[in-house]
């Protein structure tokens, strides 16, 4: 909530903070529409919630009005499967089943990563008193 605070004073009257969050507990891997396997983000759902939690705690506060929420499908692409693996295995709280960690060291070909992801706009709000 610290954080929330902070940017709702630095923002101006009527300002726009864009929150973006994957939210997806197994996005799914792919070569060319051949699907490789999926990784395993279910521990970062729980920092999702975390945020969630101190999101509406702000705009019960009176801080922000979330004006807008949708998902969207996005898609990471990576030349390979060495790279694939390479940047999805620092993903803060993402595992790469062993299953999926074989195919993608011997893929040479793109391979996608198809997440979902929440777009929401949170409008700086007057703090209520």
Do not use: K, Y
Not at 48 to 69: C, K, Y
């Amino acid at each position: 909530m610290h954080a929330l605070r902070n940017i709702h004073t630095t923002l101006a009257p009527g300002g726009v903070l864009v929150d973006t969050q994957p939210v997806s507990p197994h996005p799914r891997v792919a070569t060319d529409g051949n699907e490789l396997g999926a990784l395993d983000m279910r521990e970062w759902l729980d920092t999702i919630r975390a945020v969630d939690r101190r999101i509406l705690e702000a705009v019960d506060a009176g801080l922000f009005e979330i004006q807008h929420e949708e998902r969207l499908a996005v898609m990471d692409v990576f030349d390979d499967g060495s790279e694939c693996l390479e940047t999805a295995s620092n993903w803060r709280e993402t595992q790469v089943p062993q299953t999926l960690c074989s195919r993608l060291e011997t893929t040479h070909e793109r391979v996608t990563v198809e997440q979902d992801v929440r777009l929401r706009l949170l409008r700086c709000a007057a703090i209520r008193r």
